[in-house]
């Protein structure tokens, strides 16, 4: 059973009433082929369309794109440009030439370059979805919604967590502001998501290049819900139907980034980066990581060029006035140890165990500067069994979901996890920190249309200020089983489980 990065991806999806164990073996069966044929006469370029090439990025000094002398050194190295982000200096390659990073980083004007993926381009499987369990039409009908109600917001203990409930009666977001929920995709047909969708600023971002043709942004039949459901839990509408989103006034786009299998590359993350700065977009939503490395190492010559390419088009869109949210990762990992051992990388071909510095190997998009780190926590509202945590790298807390063995909502919500709208015109149940940003994203959303001119810097330090201190869950042993499951540093206003503290809703609606 495999979830298009839903595994490793800090959002695990949970299926209904499922223990954590098998939610963790959520992987993709990825059957990648080895690694391109072997080219001693250096001509695979030139009948590169039937042989197996990889992906790469080429930072160059941002500004202009590549000069004359660069972009004919990575035509000489067997690269063919599939797109160049000149205000960034990223260029998109695809070549299968072994040595054309180490050819072109040679070249001057070449500041970094590195392969994207270590599978190459054409050989990835379709896997099958995990997909969460659909609530039955008998579950929908047993549910008693109040006055005022959507049909299932009785099940969602995750709305009155972070006080969206007390905040809709204040204020359900503004139709100018826009969050972009780059992903696996959107069904925007649903009907939780259809009234809020802002077709204008979704795209396919999955070549590096925007695919601009109607739909393109929809997962098919046989990719991953997760996009779906994170759009949904954003801003799904108060509409008499489902679900009601954090932000259930404002607009939500789909800016799909994901392989069929469920890989997110590096150049279709800076692609979605880049078409949010330039869409009007004022929130991201990531809930995932870069593909093929948990962590990418900057003394990797691989690993420094992706850093650099998707850290210049996050920052280009927080300059445009974007908050970009991400997902902190759902291996309980404490992210300020001084080392972390990763046995899933890369993920596309054959992984090995390795042992990383974290302040030095990074966790992208979600450790890059400026971006909004989401931490997990459950219907207890303790961090999730799962999150990722870490002093100085978690800025703020919201419901993502965690086993209902460990914590219980109160009636009558009756699972741990989190529901949003699955495509098809359904509705389930997902848990990881992927649930968790997108309440911060939701947050961010209803500060921006309370302060529509405020540049994104203040979006941030207003969700921080606001965020209620939540101290450290002193010890952690949220198995019950005696033993400390992870340990929280800090004082009660910023430590390594809750940052800052919990999204506030209310306070973003009425501050
Ligand atoms: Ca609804
Ligand atoms: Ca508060
Ligand atoms: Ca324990």
New binding site residues.
């Given amino acids: 059973m495999t979830a298009p990065r839903t595994r490793s991806r800090r959002y695990i999806a949970i299926p209904l009433g499922t223990a954590m164990a098998t939610a963790l073996a959520f992987l993709p069966n990825v059957n990648a082929s080895a690694a391109p044929a072997d080219d001693p006469a250096g001509l695979a370029a030139q009948v590169s369309a039937e042989a197996t090439p990889l992906s790469y990025v080429v930072n160059v000094r941002p500004g202009h794109g590549p000069s004359a002398q660069v972009k004919k050194a990575i035509a000489r190295a067997g690269g063919t440009v599939v797109t160049s982000y000149d205000r960034i200096g990223v260029v998109v390659v695809h070549s299968s030439n072994a040595d054309f990073a180490k050819t072109v980083r040679k070249v001057r004007g070449v500041e970094s370059a590195g392969a994207t993926r270590t599978a190459p381009l054409p050989a990835q499987s379709t896997t099958d979805v995990g997909t969460p369990k659909v609530l039955t039409a008998e579950e929908i009908a047993d549910v008693e919604a109040a006055a005022g109600q959507d049909p299932l917001q009785p099940l969602q203990w995750d709305l009155p967590a972070i006080k969206a409930d007390k905040a809709h009666e204040k204020s359900l977001g503004s139709r100018k502001v826009t969050v972009a929920v780059i992903d696996t995709g959107v069904d925007d047909t649903h009907p939780d998501i259809a009234p809020n969708f802002d077709r204008e600023a979704s795209v396919n971002c999955v070549s590096g290049k925007p695919d601009t043709t109607d739909g393109a942004w929809r997962p098919s039949a046989a990719e991953s819900p997760h996009g779906t459901h994170v759009a949904g839990e954003i801003a799904a509408a108060k509409n008499g139907v489902g679900i009601t989103g954090v932000a259930p006034g404002v607009k939500v786009s789909g800016i799909k980034v994901s392989t069929t299998a469920g890989f997110f590359y590096t150049e279709a993350v800076v692609c979605g980066f880049m078409w949010a700065a330039e869409h009007g977009v004022d929130v991201t939503n990531n809930s995932y990581y870069t593909d093929p490395w948990y962590f990418n190492c900057k003394n990797d010559p691989d690993q420094k060029a992706l850093v650099e390419a998707i850290t210049r088009a996050s920052r280009y869109a927080e300059k445009k006035g974007t908050v970009n949210v991400a997902a902190a990762g759902n291996e309980n990992y404490d992210l300020s140890a001084d080392e972390i051992t990763d046995p899933t990388s890369p993920n596309d071909t054959t992984p090995g165990e390795r042992v990383i510095d974290p302040s030095e190997c990074l966790d992208i998009p979600t450790q890059l500067p400026g971006v909004v780190t989401v931490a997990a926590t459950g219907a207890k509202g303790l961090k999730s069994s799962f999150s990722n945590h870490g002093l100085g790298v978690i800025d703020i807390a919201a419901p993502g979901g965690d086993s209902t063995r460990f914590q219980t909502p109160a009636p009558p919500a009756t699972s741990g996890l989190i529901l949003g709208p699955l495509p098809g015109g359904n509705w389930g149940y997902m848990a990881g920190t992927s649930m968790a940003s997108p309440h911060v994203a939701g947050v961010a959303a209803l500060i921006k249309s309370r302060h529509p001119h405020a540049p994104a810097a203040l979006v941030k330090a207003l969700l921080y200020a606001?965020?209620?201190a939540t101290p450290c869950t002193d010890p952690y042993d949220i198995d019950g089983d005696g033993k400390a499951d992870a340990v929280c540093e800090g004082p009660k206003n910023h430590n390594g489980f809750y940052g800052w503290?919990t999204a506030?809703a209310?306070?973003a609606v009425t501050r």
Avoid: H, N, V
């Fill in positions: 606001q965020a209620d503290g506030d209310l306070d």
